[in-house]
């Protein structure tokens, strides 16, 4: 049992506490959310996944309520989508992809005013967010889950958002959940109708359909010479990948600046699957000179977590194993010696590299102290050399 004085404390506390919530907190009717859009088809709301529509968040208090800027990193994760097809019943669960990079909501802070990470919205007033369900965020989709588009389907959909105390100044933003009321829409858009785009927006089934409806789009190339195995490829739609492959896929198709299929792909199993039929591994891309394997090296390299240095150190096992030469900066980028000296008893003077990189410069700006030394002593590699470094100094 607390002393009674310390019981006294404790109360005042509690009751200055509960004191303030008292002052930020409003009803859960009070702070409602809704759905806008101003586009029709056939008498029917519809969203075009292109194009932004709003979610209002509209204050019945006669207090002011803050709540997580959606765009911060407290709110961003705050709201998603619920969705029914009224025909198929399929649901779809649309929410943000998880960001961990820093410097993406540092990006997007600093279009805004400073210390503006909550909004705060005036009694009897409202605040609109604008949403764009196809949206990217360092190169890639923003939400995920998105309802498949041009269906001619309706949907159900309500947006819900939920926020959390999350730190000392969360505590005067709102907290609780508060949903739409549900509401018919179509999904549709008016840019998205090639199984190029289906696959590079996420929507592999429709991509599957309208190919297995015309198999010409097997090979057909986009306004950047990609086939649709370059971008299943790309985004790792490997259902679609398997499909690709046995209806007569190209894959040596060489798209804008030289890339394959291969070039393109982050994924284990994609390149197991290609593997599997035989493809050219030597095509080097016109942007850096590098084959698959040479990429998936430079790739390992610049890995920044343990899973991403285990998948290209897998993916480039496989090009190995698959028969890939094994080139000198490779070797170089594994740190092994031992198949530098190899590559170089057969070619005294290697050829200098993809990118600018001379074998030399290639060991000197990964550290490799004994392959540096190596070059220099038994190759007599030239230290001052310029001319392949775009006029740096190794």
């Known amino acids: 049992m607390l002393p009674n004085f310390q019981c006294q404390t404790h109360i005042l506390l509690t009751m200055v506490f509960f004191s303030f919530l008292a002052r930020v907190a409003v009803a859960d009717d009070e702070l409602t959310l809704s759905i806008e859009t101003k586009q029709l088809i056939d008498g029917v709301a519809a969203i075009d996944i292109d194009k932004p529509f709003h979610v209002v968040f509209t204050n019945k208090s006669n207090t002011e309520v803050r709540i997580w800027h959606p765009h911060s990193r407290d709110g961003y994760y705050c709201l998603t989508f619920e969705s029914r097809n009224l025909k198929s019943g399929a649901r779809f669960t649309t929410k943000k992809r998880r960001i961990d990079d820093d410097g993406y909501f540092k990006a997007v802070g600093d279009e805004r005013a400073p210390g503006s990470n909550v909004v705060t919205i005036q009694p009897r007033d409202s605040f609109t967010m604008q949403v764009e369900l196809i949206d990217y965020a360092w190169g890639k989709l923003k939400w995920l889950g998105v ?32 949903s739409s009321a549900p509401t018919k829409l179509r999904i549709v858009s008016e840019r998205i109708d090639t199984p190029h785009e289906y696959l590079w927006n996420n ?171 190596y070059l220099v002593e038994e190759h007599h590699a030239d230290v001052n050399q310029f001319d392949q470094g775009a006029g740096y100094p190794i």
């Not at 359909?209 to 198999?215: E, F, G, L, R, V």
């Open 147 to 178: 309802p498949e588009p041009n269906t001619g389907d309706q949907y159900l959909i309500h947006a819900r958002y939920r926020s959390k105390l999350k730190n000392k100044q969360g505590s005067q933003v709102w907290t609780g959940s508060i």
């Open 203 to 373: 929507f592999p089934k429709l991509a599957l359909h309208a190919m297995k409806d015309n198999p010409a789009w097997v090979n057909r190339r986009d306004e950047d010479q990609r086939t649709p195995l370059h971008v299943a490829a790309r985004f790792k739609h490997v259902e679609v990948v398997n499909w690709l492959l046995e209806n007569g896929a190209d894959v040596n198709a060489i798209a804008y600046n030289g890339f394959t299929p291969l070039h393109l792909t982050s994924d284990p199993e994609v390149v197991k699957a290609i593997l599997k039929h035989e493809p050219n591994l030597e095509i080097a891309c016109r942007i850096q000179g590098q084959t698959p394997l040479q990429d998936a090296a430079n790739n390992l390299l610049q890995a920044r977590t343990v899973e991403e240095k285990k998948r290209w150190r897998s993916i480039a096992d496989l090009y190995l194993a698959a028969g890939a030469e094994y080139d000198i900066l490779t070797a170089i980028a594994f740190n092994d010696l031992d198949r530098v000296k190899a590559t170089a008893a057969k070619v005294p003077k290697p050829k200098d590299g993809f990118y600018f990189n001379s074998p030399l410069r290639r060991a000197a700006s990964l550290g490799r102290l004994a392959i540096c030394r």
